[in-house]
């Protein structure tokens, strides 16, 4: 049975007490609010914590809310509190600064809020008892790796402080494993696009087919950043999938951590597929239904010619594989711009 949608401060007791419960920290976000409904469709219960300043209260419908800035020096105990009184017996870490050119202006603010976030969730885990913990890493760790397929072998190289916090991060579960009874797995999202229900759409204009449908609803011409890279038709190459697939390899992974054997940390999600930039603003002409011209503008720095990841650890290791294709990604995206007007 599902519970209904509440919300509580974080001082008193999540509902829950006496069943599997997964506590999902950023769960009110773009993909955590995925994962949460994925989640509650197996029937498991979930409980949600989130301070609410990217995150939707309408998102988590079906979970229940719990109000905490994870980042207060008095978080790790009040994130044991929930995890105790809810009886959680996962954790998934979404809640983190995302935006790299922020973090190039801001360095402090994503060390400090991503690395005490992070720390204070491993901290009351190892207090409550939680041994299983998911954490949202991203390609950022690699940097501009001069490789046809990224593979998770290759030494990390951030070239921003976003990507380094979330390798430093990684770090971080490593030794709360070492510590305590804990067993984590990391997993470094590529280009993450698309909606699984059009009203849990990515409501920041941030990446690549966002920024193309803003343009195009402003009357504006999109701008492809540099076409002269070393690729079939200029334009970067990266790897896009689907949100629904990739809250599918949260569930992958937490099933991975409940079972017994675990040959692996750290896990790419993608599809083990490119496109540039020019077939996926194409994709969205063809969604659209029209032609879309773009102009050329310079390269901008920090971009590879290409970042595709390999799939084969987390195939062979979780059996997840992406089941989605570019123009699905794209048409699930437009289809909730139109829903959100
Ligand atoms: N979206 C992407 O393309 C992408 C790619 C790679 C990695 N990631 C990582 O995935 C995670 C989720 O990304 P998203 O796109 O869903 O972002 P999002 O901003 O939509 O979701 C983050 C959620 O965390 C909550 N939150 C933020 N800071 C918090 C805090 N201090 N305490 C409690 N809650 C807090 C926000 O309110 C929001 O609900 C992030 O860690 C991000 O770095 C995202």
């Not at 689907?242 to 569930?251: E, G, P, S």
Request: negative net charge; charged residues 25%; aromatic residues 6%.
């Amino acid at each position: 049975m599902r519970m209904m949608a509440g919300s509580r401060s974080a001082c008193e007791p999540a509902r829950y007490a006496d069943a599997m419960t997964t506590l999902v920290i950023g769960g009110a976000g773009y993909i955590g609010s995925h994962v949460v409904r994925l989640l509650l469709e197996k029937g498991e219960r979930v409980v949600v914590i989130d301070d609410l300043s990217t995150g939707f209260r309408e998102r988590t419908t079906g979970a229940e809310l719990v109000e905490l800035d994870v980042t207060r020096p008095d978080a790790a105990e009040k994130l044991a509190f929930q995890m105790k009184a809810s009886g959680a017996n996962a954790v998934i870490h979404f809640a983190a600064h995302k935006q790299v050119g922020e973090s190039v202006a801001k360095p402090e603010m994503y060390w400090h809020d991503n690395v005490a976030g992070l720390a204070h969730v491993l901290e009351a885990c190892a207090t409550a008892g939680v041994r299983d913990v998911v954490f949202s890493s991203s390609a950022a760790v690699y940097g501009m790796p001069d490789v046809d397929l990224v593979t998770e072998d290759l030494t990390p190289q951030p070239i921003n402080p976003y990507g380094a916090t979330k390798y430093v991060g990684e770090w971080m579960l490593a030794d709360a494993e070492r510590a305590h009874d804990l067993r984590t797995v990391a997993l470094r999202y590529f280009n993450v696009a698309g909606a699984g229900w059009p009203e849990l759409a990515d409501t920041l204009v941030m990446n690549l087919v966002p920024i193309v449908l803003d343009a195009l609803e402003q009357g504006k011409t999109p701008i492809v950043f540099g076409n002269d890279y070393n690729t079939p038709d200029g334009t970067c190459i990266r790897d896009y999938v689907h949100v629904l697939d990739l809250a599918d390899a949260h569930i992958a992974a937490l099933e991975y951590l409940r079972g017994e054997e675990r040959p692996h940390r750290v896990f790419n999600v993608g599809t083990g597929t490119g496109s540039s930039v020019l077939e996926v603003i194409e994709a969205i002409g063809r969604a659209l239904g029209q032609e879309i011209t773009p102009t050329i503008g310079e390269r901008r720095p920090g971009d590879p010619a290409r970042l595709i990841c390999s799939t084969d650890r987390i195939r062979e290791t979780l059996g997840w594989s992406s089941t989605k294709t570019l123009d699905d990604i794209v048409r699930s995206a437009v289809e909730a711009r139109r829903a959100a007007q």
